[in-house]
Structures are given as structure tokens and as C-alpha cells.
């Protein structure tokens, strides 16, 4: 049973560039989550969707990020214009619906030049 | 969901067992205990969960007192691989407004010696 998927592992993108990262949940689980970990700090939520919803933004930052989980397809988490303050790891997690165990992808980390 | 207390950082000699504390006095009766660990540069990864009762799994074993205002995470013979941050999470379950997401506090760092 293949674990929640992300990719790219790395991206290395310019000033002002946008990042795209893309997240395949477990299978049979429809709720995923985003978290972001700068580095040398700790693990902060980000957001958090089901099938074409969002359902907690609360972590995201007001400007330039996007998340979304369409019908069909991974969760994409998108940074516009990125600055070099969006280096980090990015984390994508996934749980059943009914049922209250995340688990974690290996991250994606973005390096901004 | 309510706070947790983790001692910062701990040691433990490897072959030993590894009991790491998790105060959460304010915890309500509906709350899990969670407790995954993340290992330098990997993504998070799940433990053991529990509400009242001691839980066992082939990684650890999770120790709940009977008033529920702390817990303690026993791995029973630590490996050099062990060597990571460990993060007790009080939990709400889905539903009723909840939306089961995991609030990370600093976690304990446990250092696995030879």
C-alpha cells in the first residue's frame, strides 16, 4: 500500500518564479493536509482540504498561495512569485474520512534563488 | 485541542528503552494522544495513538495514566535510528467542528547514543 506521494522531491526555483507541489493521498483517503517547515523551525499547518473543498485555510499566507484538490488528480499546493522566504520543506499529509491518523508524505523542498 | 509539555531534549543509551514524558493536564475526554517523530530531513511519521486505555504497536508502546493528564512513549530498545524529534499531540476527533488536524508544539529531541 504505497504511502501519501509527493513530488518533486526538490525545486529549485528563481525570484519571482511560481512553484507548483503536487501530493497523491493514500489510497481511500479523501481528507489532505499542507504544512510548511522553514528551516530550523517546527512543522506549521497550513491547510487543509477535502474533494474539492477547502476546509481550514487558516495557515495559509494571505498572498501568492493557493491550494487545491480537485476531483480528479493529486493536491496541488501553488506559490506565486516566490521569495527566498518560502524556502523550506513543504509537507503533505492524508487520513481516511471517517477516521483520525494522518500520515505524511516525504516533503517537497523548495529552494528559491 | 489541548496544550502539551515535552521535555526538550533527552538521551538514550542504544539497547535501552527510550521513556519519553507528555504532560496534558487540560485534556478533554474525547481527546486521542498522538505521538509521531520525525527524523532529520524525512517527513513525519505516525507512532501510536491512544485514549484511555495502554496501547501497544510493533514500533512502541504508549503508557496513559488513569487520571489522563499525562502519558509517556516507551521504545523498548532504542536504535541509533530512533535518534529523533518526538511530538505528543492532543487530538479531537473528526467531526463536530473538528477538523483533525495535527498542531506540532517543539517536541523532544531524543538522542540515541552507542
Known amino acids: 500500500n504505497a504511502g501519501v506521494m509527493q513530488n518533486p522531491r526538490h525545486l529549485v526555483r528563481r525570484r519571482g518564479q511560481e512553484a507548483r507541489l503536487r501530493c497523491s493521498p493514500m489510497?481511500?483517503?479523501?481528507?489532505v493536509y499542507w504544512y510548511r517547515q522553514l528551516p530550523e523551525e517546527g512543522l506549521k499547518f497550513m491547510v487543509y482540504?477535502?474533494?474539492?473543498?477547502?476546509?481550514?485555510e487558516s495557515g495559509m499566507p494571505k498572498e501568492r498561495f493557493s491550494a487545491e484538490f480537485p476531483k480528479e488528480g493529486p493536491s496541488i499546493l501553488r506559490i506565486q512569485q516566490v521569495v527566498r522566504g518560502d524556502s523550506a520543506a513543504y509537507f503533505c499529509?492524508?487520513?481516511?474520512?471517517?477516521?483520525?491518523?494522518?500520515?505524511f508524505g516525504e516533503g517537497s523542498w523548495l529552494t528559491v534563488v | 485541542d489541548a496544550k502539551t509539555t515535552q521535555p526538550p531534549s533527552m538521551d538514550c543509551a542504544e539497547g535501552r528503552a527510550a521513556n519519553l514524558p507528555c504532560n496534558h493536564s487540560?485534556?478533554?475526554?474525547?481527546?486521542?494522544v498522538y505521538w509521531y517523530r520525525q527524523i532529520h530531513s524525512q517527513g513525519p511519521q505516525y507512532i501510536i495513538h491512544?485514549?484511555?486505555n495502554n496501547e501497544t504497536n510493533e514500533m512502541a508502546s504508549l503508557i496513559i495514566t488513569e487520571d489522563r493528564k499525562s502519558s509517556t512513549l516507551i521504545l523498548p530498545h532504542a536504535t541509533l535510528r530512533d535518534t529523533a524529534v518526538y511530538y505528543c499531540?492532543?487530538?479531537?476527533?473528526?467531526?463536530?467542528?473538528?477538523?483533525?488536524?495535527?498542531?506540532f508544539g517543539q517536541g523532544t529531541t531524543l538522542q540515541v547514543k552507542p
Open positions: 499529509a492524508s487520513s481516511r474520512e471517517e477516521g483520525n491518523t494522518i500520515y
Open positions: 489510497k481511500g483517503h479523501s481528507h
Open positions: 482540504l477535502q474533494k474539492e473543498n477547502i476546509i481550514d
Open positions: 487540560t485534556i478533554s475526554g474525547n481527546e486521542y
Open positions: 491512544g485514549l484511555k
Open positions: 499531540i492532543a487530538l479531537s476527533p473528526h467531526g463536530s467542528g473538528n477538523t483533525g488536524k495535527l498542531i
